[in-house]
């Protein structure tokens, strides 16, 4: 095994364009970066679409499918593509779970509860249609949305495109003898989707909103929307919660006997919700009434925690991990992020399992994140991550580290090009200080990113003189690869992407490469 320690860094959401227009990589001061980039071996990898098993080319990467295809040095067909074939081919109709979920419901309702966009990044409104049409098919007589507004895979101010579709889509279905409509909302970053609980709250408050029905109540999601704009100028994702209500009394509360079906097939965003629908000893928060109802995932989020019990949809078994792999070589494993992305280096980066292969010999340490609108706080935690990587690398009991510096992807989300570029410059300045405590070790530094995001802050105009929108979802860019402190050459090669980064951590640290995996980057 190499005595030389290596020490991996992902700079969330930093991707490479040659466009000057709203590039806040480009805008930034990031002398670190731009050192390494000009005087150690280099490339651009691919981290979207086909490279990282997304249904086309057409898909944006994401920190999903870009820490499992790093973490596992391969491509498995992921979440949106294995739902798309499920469904394609009729099979998730033929699972016991839809059976039982609509033999389950017969007396009561069947609730959609999940991200209604095209994203495609936890979700996408297609899979929503063919359930709810199936579900007609098969005998259900209502069927209520609980729809969370996007605005952070998809334009900022979207929601009314999806709202209108989903009710126009349901108009048409709806008769005498089923009724479908949307119940309850709001933005995903104020109610629901929170992750690695960093916010609790968030999902209380939806469940107040999609459970019980408490909450501000309009006559539409329409109404909800536009009366919220006009009074807190917000953009989508950040919308507060509502509930629809008829005649006073809310259309669509979750009751004993009900069905509920959270149709995300990402899990990060998903667990919590799970948990306070699913887990008997749930004590995160006082859910008031727990009605007695069947929950299913599209997917299962957590196969080591088994969360949710029911799913419908098989996720990727990704095997042969770089974890597994290293940790059969008796390598000692450090991962570190702030709470928003700490998953993305331990849960995501070895395949969505939470449980670690080799407890002996892998320690993970979370830095709690602010719960702030990051825009007035771009540089979040990168110093205080810094602070106790520098000591991991320095204490010499690691031969693995890695670490994700959130900004470029967090603050990017935000659509704030000024924001965005100081995040940026905040990963930089710590990129610093981990490169010198690498320099301290005689260690090898890898530099690179998951996805785009802070690359393209504007969304592409489609008139010259149309206004500048910002833009908050990632991009299909592709993210750069360093390593410093090795004498290697590295292949310039169009379709080198994020699964083949596995395989060069391994020959850094003179493993032999698991056979499944991708090739190395490295020039034998
Ligand atoms: C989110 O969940 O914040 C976005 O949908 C995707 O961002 P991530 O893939 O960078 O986590
Ligand atoms: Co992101």
New binding site residues.
């Given amino acids: 095994m190499s005595k030389r320690p290596v020490v991996l860094v992902v700079m969330?959401?930093i991707g490479i364009s040659d466009n000057e227009f709203g590039n806040a990589v480009k805008a930034a001061y990031k002398p670190t970066l731009d050192e390494l980039w000009g005087t150690c071996p280099h490339t651009e990898i691919k981290a979207h679409g086909l490279a990282v098993g997304l249904p086309t080319d057409g898909d944006m990467?994401?920190?999903?499918?870009?820490h499992n295809a790093l973490g596992c040095g391969q491509i498995y067909s992921q979440g949106a593509k294995l739902v798309n074939e499920n469904i394609e081919t009729g099979e998730i109709f033929n699972t016991d779970t839809w059976k039982d979920l609509v033999a389950n419901c017969k007396d009561g309702k069947m609730h959609f509860l999940g991200?209604l966009s095209d994203?495609n990044?936890?979700s996408h409104i297609n899979h929503l249609k063919a359930l709810i049409k199936r579900a007609k098919e098969d005998g259900v007589k209502e069927v209520r949305i609980h729809a969370l507004l996007?605005g952070?895979?998809v334009p900022e101010t979207s929601a009314l495109t999806y709202v209108d579709d989903i009710e126009a889509y349901m108009a048409d279905l709806n008769d005498d003898n089923f009724h479908a409509c949307i119940a309850s909302g709001g933005g995903?970053?104020t109610i629901t989707?929170d992750?690695y609980e960093a916010n609790w709250a968030m999902v209380e408050q939806g469940w107040h909103v999609h459970v019980l029905g408490e909450g501000r109540e309009f006559a539409s999601a329409r109404e909800a929307i536009e009366t919220y704009r006009n009074e807190t100028g917000v953009v989508d994702q950040d919308l507060p919660g509502f509930v629809i209500a008829k005649d006073g009394k809310p259309v669509g509360t979750i009751e004993d006997g009900d069905s509920v079906i959270l149709f995300n097939f990402?899990g990060?965003?998903a667990q919590e919700i799970s948990l306070a629908f699913d887990n008997e000893n749930f004590d995160k928060f006082d859910r008031v009434r727990v009605p007695n109802v069947m929950y299913a995932g599209m997917l299962q989020y957590d196969a080591d925690l088994c969360i949710p019990k029911n799913f419908l949809t098989q996720p990727p078994k990704i095997k042969y991990t770089l974890t597994e792999e290293l940790c059969k070589h008796n390598i000692r494993e450090y991962a570190i992020s702030e709470t928003?992305?700490y998953g993305?280096v331990t849960y995501f980066w070895n395949g969505n399992r939470s449980e670690k292969v080799n407890p002996a010999l892998e320690d993970y340490v979370e830095i709690q994140s602010d719960v702030v609108p990051f825009e007035q706080r771009p540089w979040m935690k990168a110093a205080e991550i810094t602070d106790v990587l520098c000591a991991a690398i320095e204490s010499g009991n690691y031969d693995f580290l890695r670490t994700n510096y959130?900004n470029g992807?967090?603050v990017g989300?935000t659509g704030n090009f000024e924001a965005t570029v100081i995040g940026v410059e905040a990963v930089d300045l710590q990129l610093a200080r981990v490169k010198k405590a690498v320099d301290a070790v005689n260690g090898i530094l890898i530099v690179t990113a998951?996805?785009g995001?802070a690359d393209e802050m504007y969304e592409k105009k489609k008139k010259e003189d149309a206004p500048i929108k910002a833009k908050t979802?990632?991009t299909l860019n592709k993210v750069p690869f360093i390593i410093y402190g090795a004498d290697v050459e590295l292949k310039q090669d169009e379709n080198l992407g994020l699964s083949n980064v596995a395989a060069t951590v391994a020959d850094l640290l003179e493993v032999a490469p698991n056979e499944h995996w991708n090739e190395s980057i490295i020039k034998k």
């Fill in positions: 969330d959401g990467g994401n920190s999903e499918v870009g991200l994203g990044v936890h996007d952070r895979d995903r970053m989707m992750r990402r990060d965003r928003q992305k993305h959130p992807d967090m989300h998951d996805h995001n979802s990632h």
